[in-house]
């Protein structure tokens, strides 16, 4: 089964199968770098990370416009209910959980998570899909851990990684991240949206392709790939 991952900057991700159009931290509006508009977009089931408003982005109205069901822990799906959202899935850090289309677990993620109001956001976390024989991890807002050598056991084929610095792992530690993780495929994201992050992604991807067997696709917002 093909799998076409579309990458529309910061950690804003569209995974597309057959059976479904899952969005991941749909930071749409207010993101100078994402090349589409949240009505432009049309997904089955929405991810959400953690909390921040730069993840939860427009989760609430592409929600509610598409009955789309949305997927975090138990605080951020509270918070969407409490928004009008009808259809959510709470899970916590560990937990998984097969849907008709694939399994989705959350993982540690070593970050904040405060809600766009204020409120608590739960425990933040990365994201690991099952799609038949196919493992996408999803990072979210992390810094470094040494568990990430058991998510690499997972024999993931494709880690989508922040390399931004300042809020979560720089380039430095992405590159330790990918050693542990071994990954057949990885794509750097949450960089360059605010001055505070910038990057240079072919950089890091050269110091990765030196270090590592895994192979590094840098794309530009709006670009795709196949898993």
């Known amino acids: 089964m093909d799998i076409e991952v579309t990458w529309y900057g910061h950690s804003v991700v569209m995974v597309r199968t057959q059976y479904v159009s899952l969005l991941i931290d749909p ?6 770098k994402a090349p589409v508009d949240p009505g432009d977009l049309k997904p089955d089931v929405i991810a959400i990370t953690h909390g921040h408003s730069d993840h939860v982005g427009d989760a609430v109205s ?3 416009e598409h009955g789309a069901l949305c997927i975090s822990n138990f605080e951020i799906c509270n918070y969407l209910q409490s928004h009008g959202v009808e259809r959510v899935h709470p899970m916590h850090i560990g937990g998984g959980f097969n849907f008709p289309w694939g399994r989705a677990q ?11 109001d204020g409120s608590y956001g739960g425990s933040p976390a990365g994201l690991l899909l099952t799609f038949a024989s196919k493992t996408i991890y999803h990072a979210g807002d992390t810094g470094l851990f040494l568990d990430m050598k058991l998510l690499g056991e ?24 990918v050693e542990l993780l071994a990954p057949k495929v990885v794509v750097p994201m949450h960089y360059d949206t ?9 950089a890091w991807a050269s110091r990765v392709q030196l270090k590592t067997s895994a ?8 670009d ?3 898993v």
């Open 194 to 202: 605010f001055d505070v992050i910038e990057q240079d992604p072919d």
């Open 106 to 116: 959350l993982t540690i993620a070593h970050h904040g998570s405060a809600l766009p």
């Open 62 to 64: 592409l929600a509610k």
């Open 27 to 32: 930071f749409l509006s207010g993101n100078a």
């Open 224 to 226: 795709s790939l196949t």
């Open 215 to 222: 192979r590094v696709r840098v794309l530009n917002p709006g």
């Open 154 to 177: 997972k024999h993931i084929d494709l880690a989508l990684l922040p390399i931004g610095d300042n809020f979560t792992m720089g380039p430095d530690d992405a590159v330790r991240a």
